[in-house]
């Protein structure tokens, strides 16, 4: 059974926030070229939810969708919105370097299960064959392995071995940060460690890219999405451009650093739902961006607010601020 049976794609609010600050960074690509020169390549799942996104919001009309449920090919063919897409039924690792590599490329490797070595493969068909302004993305589960707790209790260390133990099965000794055995593979250091792997494979690919080039020649990878966010499980998204040297006035044109959910390090930007009611956003929508403190989740001092604010916690204020724009709205309607 693929996870799209198990969760509505379309319906989950951190991935949908997510979806829309990925194309607030796209519509920028258009300084490199423009975005009907550009190829987008994901995971549709029979929602194709980034896909009508990407199409319609940017006006991207070469769309491809790798998909490895080939028993089912049926269904995707009858949910794809639009006749610009392209569905291929196979594993990514199949597909992928399959496909011609000229057309400047956005792909999105949008997995829903752990880390595995076969993604590295994805990874490095990217940075082998992409040219310049094409944006690279991934998304992985980053929740820890479980034990029951009649298995561990209160003994830490055994679950860490766990840990330690399905990640190694997953991806290879070689694979793993040379300083694992100090880390404690739980909370946040779990998707950092995960993260640095990642990282590590992408710098391992543009190396092997770089070869033999003049440094003028050479291409660069520019971090900007370290996103985690949690539906249901914790899940991690890492992305960024890559560009020639010569080409760093383009990233600047871009002003990234505008956007506050930009990391271009391994501090992950955290995509908190706030528990608000929609009266309560609405109330907040009306003083931001102007009349809100976003760092203090509060009233500027001597603002009067445009309208009464809501009785709720600072944090969840904070955590709105930071996601207002990006926000779904979901109603029910007679179609």
Not at 81 to 97: A, E, G, M, R, T
Not at 259 to 270: V, Y
Request: overall charge positive.
């Amino acid at each position: 059974m693929g996870s799209y049976e198990k969760v509505n794609y379309s319906l989950r609010p951190a991935k949908a926030i997510e979806r829309k600050m990925l194309l607030e960074v796209m519509k920028r690509l258009s300084v490199f070229n423009h975005l009907d020169k550009y190829r987008y390549v994901g995971f549709g799942s029979p929602y194709f939810a980034d896909f009508t996104l990407v199409h319609k919001t940017l006006g991207i009309n070469k769309l491809v969708s790798i998909e490895k449920d080939i028993q089912n090919s049926e269904r995707f063919h009858f949910n794809q919105p639009f006749s610009c897409i392209k569905i291929h039924f196979d594993h990514s690792n199949s597909v992928l370097p399959l496909l011609t590599w000229s057309d400047p490329t956005i792909l999105w490797l949008d997995y829903d299960g752990n880390l595995q070595a076969e993604m590295f493969q994805d990874i490095s068909t990217f940075f082998s064959q992409a040219v310049p302004g094409s944006m690279f993305l991934i998304s992985i589960n980053v929740q820890p392995d479980s034990l029951p707790p009649s298995e561990y209790q209160d003994n830490l260390k055994k679950l860490k071995e766990h840990r330690l133990a399905q990640l190694t099965k997953r991806i290879g000794k070689s694979k793993l940060p040379i300083d694992i055995e100090k880390r404690s593979l739980s909370g946040d250091d779990y998707h950092k460690i995960i993260y640095q792997i990642i990282i590590d494979q992408i710098n391992e690919g543009m190396k092997i890219r770089n070869g033999g080039f003049a440094k003028n020649d050479q291409l660069l990878f520019n971090q900007i999405f370290n996103i985690l966010y949690s539906d249901n499980a914790k899940m991690l998204t890492i992305g960024g451009i890559i560009h020639l040297q010569s080409q760093d006035a383009l990233i600047k044109e871009m002003r990234l650093d505008q956007l506050p959910f930009i990391s271009t390090n391994s501090d992950a930007f955290k995509i908190m739902i706030p528990s608000l009611t929609l009266k309560e956003m609405r109330s907040l929508d009306a003083n931001l961006p102007d009349n809100i403190n976003i760092k203090l989740g509060k009233l500027k001092s001597r603002v009067k607010p445009k309208t009464k604010m809501p009785i709720v916690s600072a944090e969840d204020i904070i955590n709105y601020a930071k996601i207002y724009r990006y926000f779904p709205t979901f109603a029910e309607a007679v179609v």
